[in-house]
């Protein structure tokens, strides 16, 4: 049993989501499986409810949300039991999303007895005399002669005329003969005539059986091929699931992107086990799963990432900064360091992040490192003309953590990569003060899949809102920092700058 999500406003409005776990969390926040747009649904919470399946029924709770989560236009106060086409809404002037239990695939059609092609009966007729429109004509049938009605008695002949008993004079016996032979002709010509209409009336019969048996015979051939490509098509999904299931055990960080792809496969499965051999559905299928497989196999490249060895190595090196401008605008971004001294450090963001959109310098900027509560000062050293990247200083009375190198040639398309950053800003996992608990990065996964001398093109998977992280390859080095993802692709396709543009600035320092 499936919970089915139709959401009809916001910035995922028109998606739907189908999700199998038993407990489905809702937000913002990359973690949760029901996820809303981190910038453009922004009356959602980070962790804004959960959806616990519970002694068969789907049970929906409010985190104690900053907007609330409504019901049918009414307010959560408590638990809710969903029934199907509950109107749920997150947040009073939210995103809505339409409920619904999925089941389970409903049963295919039995086949008919002797049919090869489940659910397809094939009308088999079993003689000639059952295909309607082909009885055939009755025989023709000549009148019995044998039988003939008694003869009239003779008039008496003229008196003076004798009348011999049994015997015809010569032009009476021509006369018989000449009859009898006339009927005997007829009686031929009918016999011919009645026989070769006979012989084409079994012969249209026998070729309008042949084109029904070639008609069905196609049909039957038809139905094998589509069956056929229903089948290549399960095997594919369930080889999938299968892979999917795999790279599960052993690969946490991809935990999200898995459980999409997992249900983009269920929801695939669900619709070829019901039986559907129309041909433009099964190529729509056919195309949503080339694109669940080519997500797999950039998810199964990522997989291949010594995450745990980059994490190590760099996560001390991230910091969320805090930045005010003169309007009293406060925005947050990532940054990464990338040179240390006694007095402080250099680090690297996006020049969107310091600079704003009419080119003013930020009138305050803070930096708290990953797994500190601590604001330190910082300042804008200087914006890259051209590229979105910034070089900032830290103020601090001793040295700070950098990442590990810089790569000097870039990145290649297919290359698998690792983003560490704050996607979501100060929000914490099940809420908390970053001051007690400390700021907390992120890692994510994904796979180059376009490289341009000004822009990096990367599938990523939940880290859309972390401009200024830095991405890094299968050695380690930062090939770029992360400026921004495509509208609408929920952090899938993300942006960013070459690192180069970062070394330029920090070639004079």
């Not at 000549?142 to 003939?148: H, L, V």
């Not at 930045?323 to 963001?349: E, M, R």
């Not at 003060?433 to 907390?440: E, I, K, S």
Request: proline share 6%.
């Amino acid at each position: 049993m499936k919970a089915q999500f139709a959401i009809q406003s916001g910035a995922r409005g028109g998606q739907i989501d189908l999700l199998g776990q038993t407990f489905i969390s809702v937000g913002r926040h990359p973690e949760c499986h029901l996820r809303f747009d981190p910038e453009g649904d922004l009356d959602v919470s980070s962790r804004h409810a959960t959806i616990t399946f519970e002694s068969g029924f789907f049970v929906l709770r409010d985190l104690d949300s900053t907007n609330g989560t409504f019901v049918n236009g009414s307010r959560l106060t408590g638990e809710h039991l969903l029934a199907d086409d509950d109107l749920l809404q997150f947040g009073a002037n939210g995103p809505k999303a339409q409920f619904k239990i999925v089941r389970g695939p409903a049963a295919a059609p039995a086949a008919a007895a002797g049919v090869p092609v489940a659910g397809t009966a094939i009308y088999r007729p079993s003689s000639d005399a059952e295909i309607p429109g082909l009885n055939p004509a009755p025989p023709v049938r000549t009148p019995d002669r044998s039988a003939r009605p008694p003869a009239s008695p003779a008039a008496p002949p003229p008196a003076g005329i004798r009348v011999t008993s049994g015997n015809r004079g010569p032009t009476e016996a021509a006369a018989a003969r000449s009859k009898g032979s006339t009927t005997v002709r007829v009686k031929a010509e009918v016999a011919r005539q009645t026989k070769t209409l006979r012989n084409a009336l079994f012969g249209l019969g026998g070729l309008i059986v042949l084109l029904a048996g070639a008609a069905v015979w196609q049909r039957i051939a038809s139905g094998r091929e589509i069956e056929a490509q229903r089948l290549v098509l399960l095997g594919q999904v369930d080889s999938l699931m299968n892979e999917v299931n795999a790279m599960a055990a052993g690969a946490q960080s991809l935990r999200e992107a898995l459980d999409s792809t997992q249900a983009t496969a269920v929801r695939l499965k669900a619709q070829l086990d019901q039986g559907q051999r129309d041909p433009a559905t099964l190529d729509s299928l056919r195309q949503q799963l080339n694109a669940a497989v080519k997500h797999q196999r950039n998810l199964s490249s990522a997989a291949a990432l010594d995450a745990r060895s980059i994490a190590a190595n760099n996560t001390d090196a991230t910091a969320i900064i805090f930045v005010q401008f003169q309007n009293g605008h406060t925005f947050t971004g990532s940054a990464f360091a990338v040179k240390t001294d006694a007095s402080g450090g250099l680090l690297l963001t996006n020049k969107h992040v310091v600079v704003d959109s009419a080119g003013n310098p930020p009138l305050k900027i803070g930096v708290a490192f990953n797994g500190s509560s601590q604001n330190f000062r910082a300042e804008l050293v200087r914006a890259h003309p051209v590229a979105d990247v910034a070089l900032i200083r830290v103020l601090v009375d001793k040295g700070i953590p950098t990442v590990a190198r810089l790569a000097t040639t870039p990145a290649q398309v297919g290359d698998p990569v690792a983003m560490i950053g704050f996607p979501l800003g100060l929000d914490l996992p099940m809420g908390g003060d970053w001051t007690a608990a400390g700021v907390r990065a992120t890692l994510t996964l994904g796979t180059a899949s376009k490289v341009l001398s000004t822009v990096l093109q990367i599938d990523g998977y939940g880290a859309e809102g972390s401009s200024g992280s830095p991405v890094f390859n299968r050695a380690g080095e930062v090939v770029g920092l992360i400026q921004g993802g495509q509208a609408g692709t929920n952090g899938r396709v993300l942006f960013a700058v070459p690192i180069r543009y970062g070394q330029e600035l920090i070639g004079g320092n």
